[in-house]
Structure formats: structure tokens, C-alpha cells
């Protein structure tokens, strides 16, 4: 079996193995070419020590990223490469980190310390692939298997609970039986692992071809790494809208948004709300009144102790708060929320209450022909280029102020004419927008400045 590397990747193993050092592509690049995707980094593995690698790349950049743990970084055609020497850890006295990692000369016991056996594969061209732990095996079937002992290499890093069920939701595999069953049972030790391991591996679950499924299978993984997610496990809605319990509903329509962060995380979130909201009415139904403003409090919560972006949490949050806001085709209704929203946020909610509706029971999944059609004449409506903003009102500030407008007066004023445009009372047009004011004089209005 051939694959074919980039260049930096040929160069560097070139390199190493005319220095008389073994060298190999290893990890997740290997598993990738394996099932036929374009690997995202090419690490490598050798046998020479970080010094004696520092001495083969002297003639390039090279970083000295983590040579505790043996890993050099080097600069090669312009690109970045690690290079890693092979490994063994030491005692996992944490569930976290290695005590300590001590070098050695064996490919198979660097492959050892590896997490899953498809992880654990090594290839050069010319030598093919080693595969100590039948990873291509495992690869070709789907299955996600610990190399060594389950548990023990889940006591050693809880991260690797996640990881596993990361790549079953990316790959759309499963986990093997033992592999399974210890990582229900070492869930609670994911507890230990910071914020930023937790986060980094939960996107890449959200964003998985089979993330709902995997988010389905295993609630008690899910709910360490979001002790929110507990309470909707099972909780019943009692409501004819419904056919899920909130938790599977939940799992069901982040399968049913696009594969990117924010919606994924919005979608994950929307309900967080629910369990502390619920009551039953006289109708026999169950209710949950003002669970969006409770779901948006508790995103906020878990965004900002899993350290996302300050971007993201409040894309996030918008989303979650306007989930189940009703939006209707009436233009004037339509230019208020893009005004509020901006046209990139408007079309993502208009995904999150599609997403949200395919999920609901069946009856009720039509709901989403109001929303295409909401979507088509949105874009129809943008297509004409109004005016949803005060920039981008046919006055500016300077007309006002030549106006004889100043300060508070000014801004009102400015408010008041895009008020006007976006209830579609007077065209963006400038004499429209000077006639107005002319009638409607605010300069001199204290009270419309005092509330400015
Ligand atoms: P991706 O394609 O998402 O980058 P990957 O398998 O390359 O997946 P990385 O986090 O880049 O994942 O790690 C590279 C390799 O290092 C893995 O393939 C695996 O062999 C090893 N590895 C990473 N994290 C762990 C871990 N926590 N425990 C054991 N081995 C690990
Ligand atoms: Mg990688």
C-alpha cells in the first residue's frame, strides 16, 4: 500500500532515515489515508532523540514546542511538521498527564501509548504500514478500540473517553464492546480533565456526520462533560408537540443543523431550560413557559466555564434565546428582525426553528414549509437591498447637524427616520427622509433626547 505524503512530510522522513534513523508518519494521518479522507496533519515519529532531530533539521527553523514530551517542531516547505520521538508514558497519577515520559528505541511501544488501536498504525513509503494492534482492521470494520486494557487506559486519561466517542460521532463508527462499557464506567473521571480538552474534543463530537446518535447512546458521558445535560435525560414533555423526551429531542434536531459550531452548540443547548421550567396545566399539558431566557442563562453558564470564545457564546446565546420567537412573512415584521439580528444571525435562527421542528412529533414537523418560505422571501426581501441600519439611511449625521440637530436631538432623530424606514412609512429616499423631519420636528424635543 502506497499513499502519498506531502512534500514536507517526504522530506522530513528522507531526512531522518539518511541521518540512519527509523521515521514514520504515525496517528490519525495514518488512519485517515486508511479510510480514504485527506489526513488534516502529518505527525512523525522517530527513533532519533529531540537532540539528535534538533541536529538533522539544523539547517531549518525548528521550534522546541514540547521537548519534555519529545516533540520538535520544524519548518519544512514552508510548512510546520511535528516530529516526535518515540515514547513511553510513565504512571498516570491524575487521570490527566503522565507523571513523566521516557524515550525509547521500539516503534511498537510508542504505538503502545497510543489511544485507539486505529490511532496506532505507522507508515513510510517503502516500509508500508505496522500495525502492532489491528488497526487497519478495526478501521476497515468501523470500530473504536482501546489498545491495552480499557479501563486502565481510561484511568490513565479520561480524555480518551471522549475522544472515543468524538470519533465514533465524526466517523460514524462504534465503539468495540470492553472499550464501550469502561467508558460508561470511567465517565465520572472525565470530571478531572480542564475545560479547554473538553471543549476542543466536544466540537468535533457537535460537528460529527453522527453526532446525534452517539449524543443519544451515551448521556452519561455527556453528562460529566455538561452536568446540565442531566436533568433532560428522560424528562418527559408531556406535550402533543412532542414525541420526545427533552434530551432526545434535543439529540435529534443537532442532526438536523448544519455541521457548524455555533448552530450545533445553539442546538445542544436550545432546551437546557426545560427541566427547571416545567409545569403541568389545567390542560393536561405540560408547559414550559420562558425555558428559552432560562436555557440562554445556563448556556451562558456552561460557555463560559468550558472557556469558549466570547464570539461564539454570544452567537450561541442569541440563537438559544430566539429559538422559539415567531417569525412571520410580513415585511415590516421581517426588516425589524433583520435589523435586530443582522442577515447572517436571521438565517442561522431560521436553521435552529428547523432543526427544532424536525424534531418535534410528526404532526407538527410542517411547521418547516412556513419557514422555507419565511426564507425565500427574506431573500427576496434583502435581494432589494433595504435600508436596515442608520448607516444605511440616505441621511447622515452631517445633513442633521446641518439641520441644526446636536448630541442626543441628533442621534433621536437618526433612530426616529430608521424607525419610520423599516415600517415602510417613508422610502430611504432623501428628501422623503429631510420632509419628514421637516413635519416631525424633533430638535428641539427634550424628551425624545432624554430617552435617546
Ligand atoms: P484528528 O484527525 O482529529 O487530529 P488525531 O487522531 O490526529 O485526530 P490528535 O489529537 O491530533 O488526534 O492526536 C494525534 C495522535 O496522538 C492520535 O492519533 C493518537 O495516536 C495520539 N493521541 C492523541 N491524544 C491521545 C491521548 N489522549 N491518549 C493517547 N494517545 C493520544
Ligand atoms: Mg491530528
Same mark, same amino acid.
Given at each position: ?7 514536507? &512530510? ?49 539547517? +531549518? ?9 519529545? @516533540? ?11 516530529? @516526535? ?6 504512571? +498516570?497519577?491524575? &487521570?490527566?498527564?503522565?507523571? %513523566? ?56 486519561? *479520561? ?74 435525560? %428522560? ?8 414525541? +420526545? ?17 455555533? #448552530? ?32 440562554? &442563562?445556563? *448556556?451562558? @453558564? ?19 434565546? +430566539? ?73 447622515? %449625521? ?5 439641520? %441644526? ?12 427616520? #430608521? ?12 428628501? &422623503? ?20
Amino acid at each position: 500500500m502506497t499513499f502519498s505524503l506531502p512534500p514536507q &512530510a517526504e522530506k522530513a522522513l528522507a531526512l531522518l532515515h539518511d541521518a540512519g534513523f527509523e521515521a514514520w508518519i504515525v496517528g490519525g494521518c495514518v488512519r485517515d489515508f486508511l479510510l480514504g479522507l485527506v489526513p488534516k496533519d502529518y505527525d512523525i515519529t522517530t527513533s532519533a532523540l529531540p537532540e539528535e532531530t534538533k541536529k538533522v533539521f539544523g539547517g +531549518y527553523p525548528t521550534i522546541e514546542t514540547g521537548a519534555r514530551h519529545g @516533540t520538535i517542531t520544524v519548518v519544512l516547505e514552508g510548512e510546520t511538521l511535528e516530529i @516526535t520521538t518515540y515514547r513511553v508514558d510513565g504512571a +498516570y497519577s491524575d &487521570a490527566r498527564h503522565p507523571d %513523566g515520559v521516557s524515550f525509547t528505541r521500539s516503534l511498537r511501544e510508542d504505538a503502545a501509548r497510543r489511544d485507539f488501536t486505529m490511532n496506532a498504525m505507522a507508515y513510510a513509503p517503502g516500509l508500508g504500514i505496522r500495525d502492532f494492534f489491528g488497526g487497519t482492521e478495526d478501521a476497515r470494520q468501523g470500530i473504536i478500540r482501546a489498545v491495552g486494557d480499557p479501563e486502565t487506559r481510561f484511568r490513565e486519561d *479520561a480524555l480518551r473517553i471522549l475522544r472515543a466517542i468524538r470519533f465514533a460521532a465524526v466517523l460514524d463508527f462504534s465503539l468495540e464492546e470492553a472499550t464501550q462499557a469502561a467508558a460508561r464506567r470511567c465517565a465520572p473521571a472525565l470530571g478531572k480533565i480542564s475545560a479547554e480538552r473538553l471543549y476542543a474534543e466536544l466540537g468535533k463530537l457537535l460537528c460529527g456526520k453522527a453526532a446525534g446518535r452517539v449524543l443519544r447512546q451515551y448521556p452519561e458521558i455527556l453528562s460529566v462533560v455538561i452536568p446540565e445535560l442531566g436533568p433532560m435525560v %428522560g424528562f418527559q414533555q408531556q406535550n402533543e408537540h412532542h414525541c +420526545y423526551d427533552v434530551y432526545t429531542h434535543t439529540a435529534v434536531a443537532v442532526d438536523h443543523v448544519p455541521p457548524v459550531l455555533p #448552530l450545533r452548540l445553539a442546538m445542544l443547548l436550545h432546551d437546557v431550560g426545560k427541566p427547571d421550567t416545567f409545569f403541568l396545566g389545567e390542560d393536561g399539558q405540560g408547559h414550559f413557559y420562558g425555558h428559552a431566557r432560562r436555557s440562554v &442563562a445556563l *448556556a451562558e @453558564t456552561i460557555l463560559t466555564r468550558l472557556r469558549a470564545p466570547r464570539r461564539l457564546r454570544e452567537q450561541v446565546t442569541t440563537l438559544v434565546r +430566539y429559538h422559539d420567537a415567531v417569525l412571520e412573512e410580513d415585511p415590516r415584521r421581517l426588516r425589524r428582525w433583520l435589523n435586530k439580528l443582522g442577515p447572517e444571525t436571521f438565517f442561522d435562527l431560521l436553521e435552529i426553528q428547523r432543526g427544532d421542528t424536525a424534531a418535534l412529533a410528526p404532526a407538527y414537523c410542517t411547521r418547516n414549509d412556513r419557514l422555507n418560505s419565511l426564507e425565500k422571501v427574506a431573500k427576496e426581501l434583502l435581494a432589494e437591498k433595504p435600508c436596515l441600519t442608520m448607516k444605511g439611511l440616505s441621511v447622515n %449625521g452631517n445633513d442633521l447637524l446641518a439641520l %441644526g440637530y446636536q448630541g442626543p436631538n441628533l442621534g433621536a432623530a437618526l433612530r426616529a427616520l #430608521l424607525d419610520r424606514v423599516l415600517e415602510g412609512e417613508i422610502p430611504n429616499e432623501k428628501q &422623503a427622509l429631510l420632509g419628514w423631519l421637516a413635519q416631525n420636528d424633533t430638535k428641539n424635543s427634550p424628551e425624545r433626547g432624554d430617552n435617546a
